[in-house]
């Protein structure tokens, strides 16, 4: 069964766009990612399932409910947010108290989560600190502990591990993997972090200017790019011109490399040494490039997904996410 | 809906009390105005009948309401501002709770800090404990509720601390004067005592002074009519401009 039903879904902020008739079904149990640069509409895609904000137009089917069914679908979905949304004046464990009295939880169930959340993400020690003493990686743990306090279907986690240092991120992602497995949990989360969603995701949707541009699993993506790039340097024209195998899908000459597309990097680099080889041509070194998200992004957009300087449109899609987060 | 209410204002009561220096440092302005005020003028100017001091104890109870009830609702930007509102905002919870839980939290922050001033009083021999406090209570939660959601209103429309500010010494000061809690209304020009008929806590300071010390302008069960009424008036307006600013 599908967690999520998206169908033709549409946002205007005025005469903006931010959504653009977007269709999308996510299976139940899948770790879904939405990939795409700041201000691509990932989080107002979010925000409407969530019921935050109202669609300009479409249908979503959210765990069996249709979006006016608001609090059925909210008591059945956990969010974590871009920005920190916890009360830092109170402790770890009143954070997720206050949680589970919002959504109407009876206390003996209450205290019993609470106690399964925390050690999920491991903060059973610092539960009663305040959240003021928290690090970064800890505050991101506790939402996520928070989000998944009334046994939700479906976690949303928006940018989940965004302006956290490289080992604090993987050790988000592994809890996050760890859900998805242990809790059976249909995970959906946004991104603009390529190796977030190469790593964790088992399908991705690459989203950009308010529409899906690409959706498949990440290997799926990578692929459709051609295949493994394997860069030789030496006596490339001569490799060149004996390199006549079925497998090798495409031979290019750059700036005095050969450059040869195959479909698996690992296994054809020592079939071309060995041609090489019995040729007797030299190899100076060899280079194995596989494509990316990011190889996959700029393929359907022209440009980099990293691109620092926003273009005029996005600093405008910034502006409108920051008026209606007020 | 009660038990969301009560959520809301269990946390606006642990942050509080978490803060304890805060009640008792918004108790240390209106205990000098008391005092000072309170001997300097009453030693150089006499009521018919009565004390000054006296007469300035109810009308400081009702500073106190005033700013804590205004200010209180300052954490409604605050929860903004560091995102805990959005929290709040998801969870299956209406937003009429979610305003009178905060209005709730911050008339009963505002009013336990009152009682303890007018403890004070009656300790210091300002204010002759008598049944009327009973009648004084009542007035000190419909003044309170009625500035949190005056508050809540201005909350909802704030994006900044700074805002906010502007506006309450805008409006704090001049409500405060007009209300009559430092001088009798009745000797004032005619101008002030028709700008005073607009000023709510003109009725609180009044219903707060007939039940504390026996004088009054208006015969108690009239403020208390005004003063509910406006009350009201004002949660309504509160509530429904809440649940606008919010979406």
Redesign the interface.
């Given at each position: 069964m599908a967690a999520i039903k998206i169908e033709n879904l549409t946002k205007k902020f005025d005469d903006f766009t931010a959504v653009d008739s977007v269709s999308l079904e996510i299976e139940e149990g899948e770790l879904f990612g939405l990939l795409g640069p700041n201000g691509a509409g990932k989080t107002t895609i979010i925000s409407i399932l969530a019921t935050l904000l109202k669609p300009s137009d479409g249908k979503a089917e959210i765990n069996g409910f249709f979006l006016h069914e608001q609090d059925k679908i909210r008591k059945s979905i956990g969010i974590v947010f871009q920005d920190p949304s916890l009360d830092d004046q109170l402790t770890g464990r009143e954070n997720l108290e206050f949680h589970g009295r919002m959504y109407h939880m009876p206390k003996n169930l209450r205290e019993k989560r609470i106690e399964e959340v925390l050690s999920l993400v491991d903060l059973k020690e610092k539960a009663n600190s305040l959240v003021k003493t928290y690090s970064g990686g800890m505050k991101r743990r506790l939402e996520i502990a928070r989000g998944l306090m009334h046994h939700p279907k479906i976690l949303f986690l928006d940018e989940p591990t965004l302006g956290l240092d490289p080992q604090t991120r993987r050790n988000i992602w592994e809890y996050i993997e760890n859900l998805n497995e242990k809790e059976k949990l249909t995970i959906i989360l946004t991104t603009h972090y390529m190796e977030e969603a190469d790593y964790l995701c088992d399908r991705v949707a690459i989203i950009d200017h308010g529409k899906i541009i690409a959706l498949g699993t990440p290997d799926e993506l990578k692929k459709s790019m051609g295949g493994d790039v394997i860069s030789i340097e030496g006596e490339a024209d001569k490799l060149g011109s004996v390199l006549n195998e079925d497998w090798v899908k495409e031979k290019k000459l750059l700036d005095g490399k050969m450059n040869v597309t195959v479909s698996s990097g690992e296994s054809a680099i020592p079939k071309i040494l060995e041609i090489a080889g019995r040729g007797g041509i030299l190899v100076n070194s060899v280079n194995l490039k596989k494509p990316t998200l990011e190889d996959v992004f700029i393929h359907y957009t022209g440009r980099a997904i990293r691109e620092e300087e926003a273009s005029k449109k996005d600093m405008l899609r910034q502006q409108i996410k920051g008026e209606w987060k007020r | 809906m009660i038990?969301?209410i009560y959520?809301i204002w269990?946390?606006e009561m642990?942050?509080t009390f978490?803060?304890r220096s805060r009640i008792i440092s918004s108790l240390a302005m209106p205990f000098f105005w008391l005092v000072f005020i309170g001997v300097g003028i009453g030693s150089s100017f006499s009521l018919p009948g009565m004390n000054y001091i006296s007469f300035l104890s109810p009308g400081i109870i009702g500073m106190i309401l005033l700013f804590n009830s205004m200010f209180s609702s300052l954490s409604v930007i605050w929860d903004?501002q560091?995102?805990?509102?959005?929290?709040?905002?998801?969870?299956?919870?209406s937003r009429t709770s979610i305003v009178l839980g905060k209005t709730l939290g911050g008339a009963t922050m505002a009013i336990v800090t009152a009682f303890i001033m007018l403890l004070l009083e009656i300790v210091l021999g300002f204010v002759n404990p008598s049944f009327g406090i009973v009648f004084a209570f009542v007035f000190m939660i419909l003044t309170a509720v009625c500035f949190v959601s005056i508050g809540l209103i201005i909350a909802s429309r704030m994006?900044s601390m700074e805002g906010f500010q502007m506006i309450m010494s805008f409006l704090i000061m001049p409500v405060f004067f007009l209300s009559g809690a430092l001088f009798p209304l009745q000797n004032t020009p005619a101008w002030m005592q028709f700008a005073s008929h607009f000023d709510p806590l003109t009725y609180g300071v009044d219903g707060l002074r007939g039940s504390m010390i026996g004088t009054s302008i208006y015969p108690l069960w009239i403020d208390f009519t005004v003063l509910s009424a406006i009350t009201l008036f004002f949660i309504f307006m509160g509530s429904y401009m809440f649940s606008k600013s919010v979406?």
């Open positions: - | 038990s969301d959520t269990l946390r642990l942050r978490r803060a903004r560091f995102g805990f509102l959005k929290e709040i905002l998801v969870a299956p919870v994006e979406r």
